[in-house]
């Protein structure tokens, strides 16, 4: 036990007083709270894992490849078949999780005396980054349905006059997607005001009913697309995340990234999955499936569900007495963990197996009974 706290040190200031990210991990036999994909990756892949690990582990005692020019060539192949758009390896950059791709962009375009602008409720880590990199963060709005407000979006973008603009599509935590000429109109917003760099974070799109926005950054350099391997492709633990932009953005991170980021356990983990992708994208049909029963199904139980298009769904509304946190503690009392992302009224559930989504319909319909007793 130590008596020195965090804020006994000399820490910078805009730290002081904060908390860390992170959803409770509580040990119960159904976890729906953090997005993850719920199918462990097929035994093939993982032989296949091991096979060119082990063929990297022969070279560890040399740095990796610090470009990963095979690992981006075929993220590239991979966004060009499923998008139709066709990238190489120039437009494509690769990190340790979209988390540190959106840390390098905004060391790059953000940092000390430059804003950065989101809208709310999103993806929380955008601004917590933003804050660790200097970066000031303004909270941007949306519609009382969720969806972004474009009016009064371009109003803050033309009065803050952002260096970085954030759009998540499909959007976390509330699930629905955000139309290309939302985000159309947003650039031209941002261009306008400054010009910005306009992120579009698209780490659940593999599971949306409409398209990747990726060709539109053609003829667009501030505009840049992140994506990730935690969630479509089951491989949260990788930690690989990537981008793709005009080449000159890739040329760009390239000024703030460490020497040798991406392991080359990473880059052969990640090179193995990518050879199955075909696989991993089948789990991705099922989970889209179980993702729409779960939102019918809680629609027909009287529950308020936000339009999804994304691996989980926001439902409510829980007004009242203790709120959504009440009823966050009564699903988990039924050993199924949601997640309380704060926004009132509001939980999300991530989809999960059938039978994990199972249990945790059970949970709320023994609910709604006990709510009408
Ligand atoms: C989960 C998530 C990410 C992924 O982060 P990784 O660092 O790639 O695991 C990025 N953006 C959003 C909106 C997410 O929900």
Do not use: C
């Amino acid at each position: 036990m130590s008596d020195v706290r965090i804020d006994d040190l000399p820490v910078r200031d805009e730290l002081r007083g904060k908390s860390p990210y992170g959803a409770p991990q509580l040990d119960v036999p159904v976890r729906l709270n953090t997005n993850e994909n719920p199918y462990p990756l097929p035994e093939p892949l993982v032989e296949r894992i091991a096979e060119r690990v082990r063929e990297a582990a022969r070279g560890l005692n040399r740095y990796p490849d610090r470009d990963a020019v095979e690992l981006r060539t075929e993220l590239a192949r991979y966004l060009t078949r499923t998008t139709g758009h066709e990238l190489s390896l120039a437009h494509v950059w690769a990190a340790n999780g979209s988390n540190e791709v959106i840390q390098q962009l905004l060391q790059t375009f953000g940092g000390p005396g430059r804003t950065a602008i989101g809208f709310e409720p999103s993806y929380s880590m955008h601004g917590l980054i933003a804050r660790g990199t200097g970066t000031a963060w303004i909270s941007g709005p949306r519609h009382d349905d969720f969806t972004v407000d474009v009016e009064a979006a371009a109003k803050a973008i033309a009065e803050h006059q952002p260096d970085v603009v954030f759009i998540t599509t499909p959007n976390n935590p509330t699930g629905n997607a955000v139309p290309a000429e939302t985000v159309l109109a947003l650039y031209e917003a941002a261009q306008a005001a400054k010009p910005s760099m306009v992120v579009v974070d698209e780490a659940y799109v593999e599971f949306s009913h409409g398209d990747s926005l990726l060709p539109l950054i053609e003829g667009r350099p501030n505009l840049v697309v992140s994506r990730t391997m935690s969630k479509a492709f089951g491989a949260a633990g990788l930690r690989l995340g990537y981008l793709a932009a005009h080449p000159a953005v890739v040329d760009a991170v390239q000024l703030v990234r460490l020497p040798y980021h991406l392991s080359a356990v990473t880059q052969a983990t990640a090179l193995a999955a990518l050879e199955h992708t075909d696989t991993l994208l089948k789990y991705v049909d099922q989970l889209k499936a179980e993702r729409d029963r779960l939102v019918t199904e809680l629609r027909a139980l009287g529950y308020e569900v936000t339009d999804s298009d994304a691996n989980f769904v926001q439902f409510g509304r829980f007004d009242g007495e203790g709120g959504a946190h009440e009823v966050w503690r009564k699903i988990l009392d039924r050993g199924v963990l949601v997640r309380d992302n704060g926004v009132p009224g509001w939980l999300r559930v991530t989809a999960g197996t059938p039978d994990e989504n199972d249990a945790f319909l059970d949970a709320v319909r023994e609910l709604k009974k006990e709510l009408h007793a």
